[in-house]
């Protein structure tokens, strides 16, 4: 039941015993008549003025509080609701997992987050009279003035109105205190609405608890703003404590009185769940500020941050129950893309999408590992932090062979990073557009200068993004391929890194993001290279480019059939020739972990005829071998149903090479059961069939077998399955975390015997 409750002074227990006894000891007082006593009288009289007066301000201080509505009884009540996005009553128990309980102050609220994102509608009040100086009350969602917002109403005037703070820069379904100063109202008559007006925006809501009036301004008691600390920088890592679901600070680092960081960053409270880091090297010798805008007043967040030589924690690295041991993955935070991939002095380079502060996606900025065998990462200091322009989305790196940007200083050439500032997704980037900008590293890619001129490329439309740059050798250009908008993306040329000109517009089918470009031999054969534009989740086209235009020969095609591979990006600059391509292996998840996401393994491509046209093959970057340990072979061995060879088999980490005669085989499917994921080939449908049994996700693929074989490779670790059939026909890459009760493999024959022609099983090493 909502209650209304009118003002109801002077029902202070504590005022009326102490008023009787000041009162009948007034009496004798009155009465009496001898000197002592007069002067007593007259002490007394003066004693009990004061307490009157002291006594009336405690009361008036001490009125209640006038509950609104805390939404905690099952109903709205006497509240009226209009149109569909508060439902029929209080919201328990729906908002999404991420929320830790202790955030609801009760366990019911008015919300229209569970009524989807097309409801709209208000939950409108009774009348009540404003008896204290503010209203308080809970409040989040949407920040969307005028749609997603809470209104008081005085005498029918709009007075007060607050939303919630969810935009572009925080996401949180957290509840926070807001007070209106509303004591210039006493004595009106006024109501509150509650109002969900818009239906297009996705996650747009507003949820409301726990309105009350009262003499005191909750929303002060509660936080205190712009607490700032100074650190003396003589370490290396600023320890950061996160706890997932906290609500998102923006925290605000500067030197010199300058910004020079800003992150939003889920700032425990109190105990973490886990440390995050800055890597503050940069600023040694020197102090930095950090600035924490608003905070509960008993956070412990910024005092126990701890600049140190290490991070707390770290013990612990790479040893953690769902570390993957030869997928990349960051120390610490989140990662997506895959960028700036790019080969120089023996040293391949892979920047990421990441951040640094928390386990969600957030405050880009780009990561930066590097190896010298695509195997074995060593993470070093991000490259690009987010700035006034956006934070840092993705992009591409290349060697400047010809000093065409002139930075070159010594014989090192320089590199150049070509990248998204996606103006509007931090404060300090707010209201401007998605832009191409451009930064160089004249130190073989340790440290990175962006260009003072940003950016290289305005705004062109919509969120444009992701540009990958490649030299032209025979137009003796640079060509920048842009994702644009929906299906569309655009190609620009220039001299020297710096102006660019757009050639063409490019539809790719079905695909969105993340555009790479490149050439590649058809066949191996050198003399018949094809220009293939690949988009985010592998789709390619293959043609021709005379400099000026890309002409497909193909439809847009799919190049991977898993259900965790996005974003793919491939290396410039190799040496060697081969094209290795890197993806984000995307919906993989690590609850509890101080880490989210991880890469796939690096593949290699190559472009074939097939029967069916010209596919992109992948096959896992030969220097898997890196890390092979112990191997175990068969060969020309019939497996009959129920005969598992490979019971030994119960570690985490394998790589797996079958060859079966399919032809010739009996058996209905034929493949593996991976600790519960199957990977089968059946020969009456003849396609290759992946399902994975944590949520029955299946891929399934025709394959021809190639001269009467299907041969499956398989890469194991402890959180995903990569698998290759024929040679990189269908790669499919599945995020996979076994149950830890389930650690076997088996060969599976079902319906008949099959003949297995050959059988490597290698153990891996960890890469750690
Ligand atoms: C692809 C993507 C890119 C963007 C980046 C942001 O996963 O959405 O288009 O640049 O991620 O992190």
Request: hydrophobic residues 40%; proline residues 4%; contains cysteine.
């Amino acid at each position: 039941m909502v209650r209304v409750v009118s003002t109801d002074r002077g029902e202070n227990g504590l005022g009326l015993n102490y008023f009787q006894i000041v009162w009948s000891v007034l009496v004798f007082f009155l009465n009496a008549s001898n000197e002592t006593i007069i002067a007593m009288k007259n002490a007394y009289l003066k004693f009990a003025v004061l307490t009157v007066i002291a006594l009336c301000s405690l009361m008036c201080s001490k009125q209640k509080d006038l509950t609104i509505a805390d939404f905690n009884t099952g109903s709205y009540g006497d509240w009226k609701t209009e149109g569909n996005a508060f439902g029929k009553s209080p919201s328990s128990g729906v908002l999404p997992v991420n929320i830790a309980a202790e955030h609801f102050a009760s366990d019911q609220m008015a919300s229209s987050y569970q009524w989807g994102d097309s409801s709209m509608g208000k939950l409108i009040s009774p009348e009540f009279d404003i008896a204290r100086r503010y209203i308080n009350f809970q409040i989040g969602g949407s920040r969307m003035p005028d749609k997603t917002c809470i209104n008081l109403i005085v005498e029918g005037k709009l007075e007060f109105s607050a939303t919630g703070v969810n935009d572009n820069v925080i996401r949180t379904n957290q509840l926070e205190w807001v007070s209106w100063d509303v004591s210039r109202l006493k004595g009106k008559k006024a109501m509150i609405e509650v109002v969900d007006m818009d239906s297009t925006r996705k996650d747009a809501f507003i949820s409301v608890d726990n309105i009350y009036q009262g003499d005191k301004n909750k929303e002060d008691e509660t936080y205190i703003y712009n607490q700032e600390r100074r650190f003396t920088i003589n370490d290396r890592y600023l320890n950061i404590p996160v706890k997932q679901g906290a609500y998102p600070q923006l925290m605000r680092v500067s030197a010199n009185g300058n910004t020079v960081m800003e992150f939003v960053v889920e700032l425990a409270e109190s105990t973490p769940d886990y440390w995050m880091f800055l890597d503050v090297n940069e600023f040694k010798g020197k102090e930095i500020k950090v600035t924490i805008y608003k905070m509960i007043r008993e956070s412990t967040g910024l005092k126990s941050m701890i600049v140190d030589s290490t991070v707390k924690g770290f013990e612990n690295l790479y040893q953690e129950k769902n570390r993957p041991l030869f997928h990349f993955t960051s120390r610490r935070g989140w990662h997506n893309d895959p960028n700036g991939l790019v080969f120089y002095e023996g040293t391949y380079h892979m920047f990421y999408q990441h951040n640094p502060l928390g386990w969600p996606w957030g405050n880009m900025t780009w990561g930066h590992a590097i190896s010298t065998d695509l195997v074995h990462w060593k993470e070093l200091a991000p490259a690009l932090y987010p700035d006034s322009l956006g934070t840092m989305f993705s992009g591409s790196a290349v060697v400047d062979w010809n000093n065409t940007a002139q930075y070159q200083q010594g014989i090192d050439k320089t590199l150049v990073a070509l990248y998204t500032a996606a103006g509007g997704t931090s404060s300090w980037s707010a209201g401007k557009p998605f832009t191409q900008c451009m930064a160089y590293s004249t130190d073989k890619g340790l440290t990175w200068i962006k260009y003072n001129q940003n950016p290289v490329l305005p705004h062109v439309m919509a969120e444009n993004r992701d540009p990958k740059v490649v030299w032209d050798e025979s137009g003796r250009q640079w060509i920048m391929a842009l994702y644009l908008d929906k299906n569309m993306y655009a190609l620009y040329s220039s001299a020297d890194l710096k102006t660019w000109r757009e050639i063409q517009r490019i539809n790719l089918d079905n695909v969105a993001e993340c555009p790479d470009f490149f050439q590649i031999a058809l066949d191996g054969n050198d003399a018949r290279k094809k220009w293939v534009l690949t988009g985010a989740n592998g789709h390619f086209m293959a043609g021709t480019f005379d400099g000026k235009q890309f002409k497909p020969e193909t439809k847009s095609t799919p190049s991977e059939w898993g259900k965790n591979y996005y974003a793919v990006q491939s290396f410039s600059d190799m040496k060697d020739g081969r094209r290795i391509q890197v993806g984000w292996m995307a919906g993989s998840e690590f609850r509890g972990m101080p880490f989210n996401q991880q890469m796939s393994f690096p593949r290699e491509l190559t472009l074939k005829t097939t029967q069916d046209g010209i596919r992109l093959f992948a096959v896992p970057a030969r220097e898997i071998v890196l890390l092979h340990g112990d191997k175990k072979s068969w060969q020309e061995t019939v497996i009959k149903p129920g005969n598992n060879i490979l019971d030994p088999f119960q570690d985490d980490l394998y790589h797996i090479i079958a060859e079966f005669s399919a032809d010739r085989s009996a058996a209905q499917q034929f493949g593996f059961n991976i600790h519960g994921f199957h990977i089968l080939y059946n020969n009456k449908t003849g396609t290759i069939k992946a399902v994975r049994p944590t949520d029955n996700a299946v891929s399934e693929v025709k394959v021809k077998p190639k001269q009467g074989r299907i041969r499956m490779e398989i890469l194991l670790d402890k959180t995903s399955v990569e698998i290759f059939i024929n040679d990189g026909e269908v790669p499919m890459a599945f995020y996979y975390i076994a149950d830890e009760a389930n650690k076997k493999l088996a060969l599976v024959s079902e319906g008949g015997e099959v003949k297995l022609n050959s059988l490597d099983i290698f153990e891996l090493k960890s890469a750690w």
